[in-house]
C-alpha cells in the first residue's frame, strides 16, 4: 500500500499460514496518523507480499483505546 499512504512503518509481522501474514503499520495519510492491521497476501509470480482489503486502520489517537481492548483478552 505503498503508492496509498504518505509514510509507511513496518512495526511487526504475523504468520497467519503459509500464503498470509498479518502486518501491523504506523502510516501516516494527509497529516493524519492511523495504525493499519492488514492482511497481506503472498504473490509467487512477483515474490512478494501483497495488501488485501482485509484490514483496518485504527486512527492513532485510538492507539491506547485499543492496547487497552487487546489487554483485557484472555
Do not use: C, H, Y
Request: charged share 40%.
Amino acid at each position: 500500500m505503498a503508492d496509498f499512504w504518505d509514510k509507511e512503518e513496518l512495526i511487526g509481522k504475523i504468520a497467519k499460514n503459509s500464503r498470509e501474514e498479518i502486518q501491523i503499520k504506523k502510516v501516516e495519510k494527509k497529516g493524519k496518523v492511523f495504525i493499519d492491521i492488514r492482511v497481506f497476501w503472498f504473490d509467487g509470480e512477483a515474490d512478494d507480499f501483497k495488501p488485501s482489503g482485509k484490514g483496518v486502520a485504527v486512527p492513532f489517537e485510538s492507539f491506547n483505546e485499543l492496547k487497552t481492548i487487546l489487554d483485557s483478552v484472555e
